[in-house]
């Protein structure tokens, strides 16, 4: 999810701790726990950094470590060594479930996104990515703003929360009808796919679609359960040459690889270079494919410049190259 439902999450929890007695009955440990979540929910997403880098180790690396199984359990931990000498009184179990709670809430919320994260690491490194919430999503951000308003009004946090937190669980089981119902519909319409990827929009009703079949890549957009295949792709396999095994141990296009399920590639070859290009599918937004991974190589396949991230004109590719190259 984006960093503001994080921090309204984490937010709300504080206010569900409330339901806990220890929580309710002990000021100082009640304050510690509303600081405990608040950072508990932001915490995974510090490899946020990575970026000021580079955005090729950016996307290898971002709600990869940081999202996994031995992160969740250390974060409160070094959470909890920072809060708990500024309230020695706290209870210390207390404040470490909640904080807990708020650290695994974070990366788990995470799976659903079409992003996903590597919460399985170190058992495996495969992207968990269920595809039903969009990382940033209306209802769920406003509900528990009116949440966080009540609770500024005198309502009851703990029963409010509980009750908002029903409502969220009601509408992630809708998303996950609605996806399947789009998902039967694709099949209908192509039934030689062999991978079919449904990804949330900001809209409750607008899905994007990409598929893979045997030999080719579909590209579509479901509305209210209608759905438009707007752009068809030969499926034309990477070729085995100089060009392109050279343009493979890119940084930026390793990352690329590394992380998007289906692609296509274009290979043009200039007077003075080569220019080898990947174009994730997922993202289709007005005609154009966003998502790219691009390399230039001279003529003995040497790396000029590269690049890859999100890009939404021709004229801004070339310009960011150009400023890669000098």
């Known amino acids: 999810m984006d960093t503001g439902t994080h921090v309204v ?6 206010g569900l701790a409330t339901l806990d007695p220890v929580v309710a ?4 440990t009640a304050t510690s726990v509303v600081i405990g979540t608040l950072v508990g929910s932001q915490a995974p997403d ?7 880098r580079n955005n090729a180790i950016y996307i290898r690396n971002h709600r990869g470590v940081t999202h996994s199984i031995p992160a969740v359990l250390l974060w409160p931990i070094g959470i ?9 009184e706290a209870n210390l179990l207390h404040l470490w479930i909640w904080t807990f709670i708020a650290v695994f809430l974070h990366v788990f919320v995470d799976i659903f996104n079409a992003y996903g994260t590597q919460a399985l690491r170190p058992f495996s490194s495969k992207w968990v990515a269920l ?4 990382t940033f999503d209306p209802f769920i951000f406003s509900i528990h703003v009116v949440g966080l308003l009540m609770w500024a009004f005198g309502a009851h946090p703990g029963y409010t929360f509980i009750g908002i937190y029903a409502i969220i669980f009601s509408y992630y089981i809708i998303r996950f009808q609605v996806q399947r119902k789009i998902r039967c519909r ?4 192509i039934p030689n796919a062999t991978q079919i990827i449904i990804a949330p929009t900001m809209k409750f009703h607008e899905w994007r679609i990409a598929v893979i079949s045997e030999s080719r890549f579909f590209v579509g957009r479901s509305s209210k359960f209608n ?5 068809e792709f030969e499926r034309v396999p990477i070729p085995e040459n100089e060009v392109i095994e050279a343009a493979k141990k890119d940084k930026n296009i390793s990352a690329f ?5 289906i692609y296509r590639w274009e290979l043009d070859e200039y007077d003075e270079h080569y220019e080898v290009r990947f174009i994730d599918l997922r993202y289709r937004s007005n005609g154009h494919y966003p998502f790219v991974a691009v390399v230039q190589l001279d003529l003995n396949y040497s790396i000029i410049n590269s690049y890859t991230g999100w890009i939404f004109s021709e004229a801004k590719l070339r310009k960011k190259l150009d400023i890669l190259s000098n």
């Open 9 to 14: 999450m984490g937010l709300a929890l504080g």
């Open 25 to 28: 009955n002990h000021s100082i």
């Open 46 to 52: 510090i490899d946020t950094v990575l970026k000021l």
């Open 80 to 88: 909890i060594a920072i809060l708990y000498p500024l309230f020695p």
């Open 131 to 134: 595809g039903v919430i969009n």
């Open 186 to 189: 694709v099949k209908e319409m």
């Open 227 to 231: 759905v438009n295949i707007l752009d």
């Open 257 to 261: 690889l590394s992380f998007s399920p």
